[in-house]
């Protein structure tokens, strides 16, 4: 009979103290903490709490009958990429992040985002069962991966950076490592900080208009979780940063720019699908614009230069204003809901 070899090189899941973040082994010492930073934001988070079932869709079926044709379109191409979008980033967040950040502390607030991940897609579930009664349109939504070219092309580019770590089981060498920081970076800058930043514009322009309120109000607690999954994101980076420095060369930046690049005209064909010819107060080309701008902002907290230059076209999409999101943050959503203390800027998300 033989006996497994339990050597640390054969075990990949060898427990000890690491000495950086993204050291192979599995970290179980939360006193004294390393990274006390990341208990914080999990603590935040905690404070964020909200149900699918304080948002009122109501109102949002009447609106939804007052749409040209040219808006019902794009309502039913956002609605299918909700459906799946927030399922893929929870699968990478628990494949390949809870994996390989080396931290108990950090662990605690990726177990809390996947939570919130699991909000999302109960929100858009019920979103599509309230704006898609026929059950073959919801059948439809839920393919679209499969069957819409500018919601696939957007899947392909999520599995494509899945698929580059899919086979780490450790970070031992520098060559795994940028593999995972691209990962993170794809998923916090790209993902999560475009194309679904894209997609609160168009949510954004229809309130703008007194529409879709239903819509606007879960997105604003959405957009709120979304913003600190990046800021978590960004930080584990800077973290990798001070800890492994020599990681973050020229050839890092070359991929990042690329990657964001690549993500810009994935966005932009989604939008050339929604938008077609055109539609009051939203186009393709005001669309590329902000997307440029918000990737310069992503390239920019990442400790890079920007490359676009633009700035953001959209009045609606300044939402420091916005009373439902300040109401929010004033009130206690449920019995278990604490109230988020100070206050909330969104200058630097856009």
């Given at each position: 009979?033989?006996?497994?070899?339990?050597?640390?090189?054969?075990?990949?899941?060898?427990?000890?103290?690491?000495?950086?973040?993204?050291?192979?082994?599995?970290?179980?010492?939360?006193?004294?903490?390393?990274?006390?930073?990341?208990?914080?934001?999990?603590?935040?988070?905690?404070?964020?709490?909200?149900?699918?079932?304080?948002?009122?869709?109501?109102?949002?079926?009447?609106?939804?009958?007052?749409?040209?044709?040219?808006?019902?379109?794009?309502?039913?191409?956002?609605?299918?990429?909700?459906?799946?979008?927030?399922?893929?980033?929870?699968?990478?967040?628990?494949?390949?992040?809870?994996?390989?950040?080396?931290?108990?502390?950090?662990?605690?607030?990726?177990?809390?985002?996947?939570?919130?991940?699991?909000?999302?897609?109960?929100?858009?579930?019920?979103?599509?069962?309230?704006?898609?009664?026929?059950?073959?349109?919801?059948?439809?939504?839920?393919?679209?991966?499969?069957?819409?070219?500018?919601?696939?092309?957007?899947?392909?580019?999520?599995?494509?950076?899945?698929?580059?770590?899919?086979?780490?089981?450790?970070?031992?060498?520098?060559?795994?490592?940028?593999?995972?920081?691209?990962?993170?970076?794809?998923?916090?800058?790209?993902?999560?900080?475009?194309?679904?930043?894209?997609?609160?514009?168009?949510?954004?322009?229809?309130?703008?208009?007194?529409?879709?309120?239903?819509?606007?109000?879960?997105?604003?607690?959405?957009?709120?979780?979304?913003?600190?999954?990046?800021?978590?994101?960004?930080?584990?980076?800077?973290?990798?940063?001070?800890?492994?420095?020599?990681?973050?060369?020229?050839?890092?930046?070359?991929?990042?720019?690329?990657?964001?690049?690549?993500?810009?005209?994935?966005?932009?064909?989604?939008?050339?699908?929604?938008?077609?010819?055109?539609?009051?107060?939203?186009?393709?080309?005001?669309?590329?614009?902000?997307?440029?701008?918000?990737?310069?902002?992503?390239?920019?907290?990442?400790?890079?230069?920007?490359?676009?230059?633009?700035?953001?076209?959209?009045?609606?999409?300044?939402?420091?204003?916005?009373?439902?999101?300040?109401?929010?943050?004033?009130?206690?959503?449920?019995?278990?809901?604490?109230?988020?203390?100070?206050?909330?800027?969104?200058?630097?998300d856009f």
């Amino acid at each position: 009979m033989t006996t497994p070899d339990t050597t640390p090189a054969a075990n990949a899941h060898t427990v000890g103290t690491a000495k950086n973040l993204l050291d192979p082994g599995f970290e179980l010492t939360l006193r004294p903490m390393r990274y006390p930073d990341f208990y914080e934001r999990y603590r935040d988070a905690i404070k964020n709490t909200w149900t699918v079932e304080e948002v009122d869709l109501h109102s949002d079926v009447a609106d939804l009958a007052k749409l040209s044709p040219g808006e019902q379109h794009l309502i039913g191409r956002l609605v299918a990429f909700f459906a799946t979008g927030d399922s893929i980033v929870a699968n990478n967040l628990v494949l390949t992040l809870y994996k390989h950040i080396n931290s108990p502390e950090a662990r605690l607030y990726l177990s809390r985002q996947l939570f919130e991940e699991a909000v999302h897609v109960q929100f858009y579930l019920t979103l599509l069962d309230t704006y898609l009664p026929d059950p073959a349109d919801r059948a439809d939504a839920f393919a679209a991966v499969e069957n819409i070219p500018s919601i696939r092309e957007k899947a392909e580019f999520c599995f494509r950076w899945m698929d580059s770590v899919d086979k780490l089981d450790q970070l031992e060498s520098q060559a795994d490592r940028r593999k995972f920081l691209l990962n993170l970076i794809c998923f916090a800058a790209c993902i999560e900080g475009l194309f679904f930043y894209g997609a609160f514009a168009y949510v954004y322009w229809f309130r703008s208009r007194g529409l879709l309120h239903g819509l606007a109000t879960g997105t604003n607690w959405v957009f709120r979780d979304e913003t600190m999954h990046m800021s978590f994101a960004f930080d584990v980076v800077d973290t990798v940063r001070k800890e492994e420095p020599e990681l973050f060369d020229d050839r890092l930046q070359e991929q990042v720019v690329a990657m964001l690049k690549e993500a810009v005209e994935a966005e932009l064909q989604f939008a050339r699908d929604l938008c077609g010819e055109g539609l009051p107060g939203m186009n393709t080309e005001s669309m590329r614009e902000y997307l440029e701008c918000v990737a310069d902002q992503r390239l920019t907290r990442l400790g890079f230069a920007p490359v676009y230059g633009s700035q953001n076209p959209f009045s609606f999409m300044e939402l420091q204003g916005v009373q439902e999101l300040t109401n929010f943050f004033e009130r206690r959503v449920s019995a278990y809901q604490v109230a988020v203390e100070g206050t909330v800027s969104f200058d630097d998300d856009f």
